[in-house]
């Protein structure tokens, strides 16, 4: 199912940052325990990179370790990613997702949004 809407990709060059976002398309979500992140190269397989559980503990691949930071904010049912020192492997989509507590539905994933590292 895909109820969720990424914003603020585009072109970065490397070294530089950007800030992603995630947020429903409409209403609020109920029941979401982990907000993550993945992203998917051309011809790639999608690749979970980060991920917060509802108590705030944030756990990443290592190739984004000490580089990027996911946080949320509950009450706006937001999800960010922040991306420092990018990269050119960083160059991918991205999608944010939501998986919720049992009982309260299927995972949501948004469209993905393009992010493209290059000089």
């Known amino acids: 199912q895909m109820h969720l809407q990424e914003s603020g990709g585009g072109l970065a060059q490397p070294g530089g940052s950007l800030r992603l976002s995630c947020v429903p398309y409409?209403?609020?979500?109920?029941?979401?325990?982990?907000m993550a992140w993945y992203r998917q190269v051309p011809g790639g397989s999608r690749e979970w990179i980060a991920e917060?559980?509802?108590?705030?503990?944030?756990n990443y691949v290592d190739s984004v370790k000490g580089r990027f930071t996911i946080s949320r904010d509950n009450a706006k049912n937001t999800v960010y990613l922040q991306m420092n020192n990018l990269n050119v492997e960083d160059t991918a989509v991205y999608y944010c997702?939501?998986?919720?507590?049992?009982?309260?539905?299927?995972?949501?994933w948004g469209k993905g949004i393009l992010v493209t590292v290059s000089a």
């Open positions: 917060i559980t509802s108590h705030g503990d944030a």
């Open positions: 409409s209403g609020m979500i109920i029941g979401i325990n982990t």
């Open positions: 997702n939501f998986k919720k507590f049992p009982g309260y539905g299927a995972e949501t």
